[in-house]
């Protein structure tokens, strides 16, 4: 999770505008590199959404275990969007960019969370199963 740390603080260093904050309660995962990496680009697509369309002043990243599922969650305080525009699937203005996280997840067993409404932020969790070892599940 040190690489999403790092990726919250080039944000930081790029952004005028917005303030990202990172939090972790976790000690370090070890999910494999083909699972981190692919977290990994979830997050910084999810950051980039946030940076360039959300307005927002701040942005927050966290890293969870909740029960069995590694979770990282992002929220920000910007304009938010109408969630129904997902439901038209990958041709949709935005909505081909959580399709692609929402179907890479399921190859994990994972799953993607999305609730925004139009003047109050976006709030989005990205969760993926454990094995009791703290590892990452494929397909589980």
């Known amino acids: 999770m040190a690489a999403l740390q790092q990726l919250v603080e080039w944000f930081n260093a790029e952004s005028n505008d917005t303030h990202f904050v990172f939090a972790s309660g976790d000690h370090e995962k070890n999910l494999g590199e083909d699972k981190s990496?692919?977290?990994?680009?979830?997050?910084?697509?999810?950051?980039?959404?946030?940076?360039?369309y959300a307005h927002a002043h701040t942005v927050s990243v966290t890293v969870a275990t909740?029960?069995?599922?590694?979770?990282?969650?992002?929220?920000?305080?910007?304009?938010?969007?109408?969630?129904?525009?997902?439901?038209?699937?990958?041709?949709a203005e935005g909505g081909f960019g959580y399709f692609s996280i929402r179907e890479r997840l399921a190859a994990l067993g994972g799953d993607l969370g999305v609730e925004s409404s139009v003047g109050r932020g976006t709030h989005v969790t990205v969760a993926i199963p454990?094995?009791?070892?703290?590892?990452?599940?494929?397909?589980a």
């Open 37 to 52: 990496l692919m977290l990994y680009d979830m997050a910084r697509e999810l950051l980039f959404n946030a940076a360039k």
């Open 66 to 91: 909740v029960i069995d599922r590694l979770q990282i969650t992002i929220d920000d305080n910007g304009v938010g969007f109408d969630t129904r525009c997902l439901d038209d699937g990958p041709s």
């Open 130 to 139: 454990l094995d009791r070892s703290g590892l990452a599940v494929a397909g």
